[in-house]
């Protein structure tokens, strides 16, 4: 079977249930001021494409697209435990990265960490490189930025 990625709703059972596991990863590993996540309902704003990965039924992951003005930035992008190293981070940011092309979007940003090494050598891998702060960001000692030209 392949990995399917398709819209979703952010606030429907399953992939409520992946941003959950995510933003409990996220607090057990930083503090609330390093935090930046989007609350379940806010990733089902009319200006976030919110996307899922799956595997038949099952899903394996998700992600979200932010669309703003002038660049689009990756949100919530989540791999379950069980789904790690079966290629299913690089099919979510392909398809966030259509997703901002249809949207008419030249450039991507996000927000990571570096004690998240695994996604920062995927975004790596995936042609996005370290920048500054962007946004309403700081430079917060934790925070890793990268962007990418479409």
Do not use: W
């Amino acid at each position: 079977m392949s990995i399917e990625i398709a819209e979703a709703r952010a606030t429907d059972p399953g992939p409520r249930a992946l941003i959950e596991a995510s933003q409990e990863l996220m607090r057990a590993l930083f503090r609330p001021e390093q935090n930046h996540f989007l609350p379940t309902e806010a990733l089902a704003a009319p200006d976030i494409r919110f996307l899922v990965a799956r595997e038949g039924e099952e899903l394996l992951g998700c992600g979200a697209l932010h669309v703003k003005p002038g660049y689009g930035e990756l949100k919530s992008v989540f791999v379950g435990d069980a789904a790690r190293g079966r290629g299913v981070g690089a099919a979510l940011i392909a398809g966030l990265e259509a997703a901002a092309r249809a949207e008419g979007l030249e450039l991507l940003r996000l927000e990571t960490a570096d004690e998240l090494a695994a996604a920062c050598r995927l975004y790596a891998r995936h042609g996005y490189a370290r920048r500054g702060p962007f946004g309403a960001y700081a430079d917060n000692g934790c925070s890793v930025f990268m962007e990418k030209r479409l």
